[in-house]
């Protein structure tokens, strides 16, 4: 026996656990995530608020991203190549992309953890 959730049905259970921390956008933005994986894949998903809280975290902006997973120095040592702040957007959004997921949605990103 199973139920079929909508992208409302999802994003409202996201956005309704409080240690997670999705806000209402994010969580929305998550939500059609996990469903286009699914239409991708096939592969259908359970939705496990709590596995889903420890893979993917919100976040306000990429600069804020990159605050809490390097220091000062390394962040600097990565973005030496870049010339102007769109280049170093670019680049710390193909870092995680390489080695993750980044959604972007108006308001923040999400990232999975790596």
């Known amino acids: ?3 079929t959730l909508t992208t409302y049905d999802i994003a409202n259970a996201l956005s309704n656990d409080e240690l ?3 806000s209402r956008a994010g969580a ?3 939500a059609e995530y996990l469903e286009e994986y699914e239409e991708s894949t096939c592969e ?3 939705l496990d608020v709590i596995a889903i809280r420890c893979e993917f975290t919100e976040f306000e902006s990429i600069e804020d991203w990159a605050d809490c997973h390097f220091s000062d120095e390394q962040l600097e040592e990565l973005l030496d190549e870049s010339k102007t702040m769109n280049d170093a957007h670019d680049l710390l959004a193909e ?3 390489e080695r993750g997921t980044l959604i972007r949605f108006d308001g923040g990103i ?3 953890q790596f």
């Open 1 to 3: 026996m199973k139920i």
């Open 20 to 22: 997670a921390g999705f």
């Open 28 to 30: 929305f933005a998550l």
């Open 44 to 46: 259908e998903i359970d």
């Open 95 to 97: 870092y995680i992309e």
């Open 110 to 112: 999400i990232v999975s």
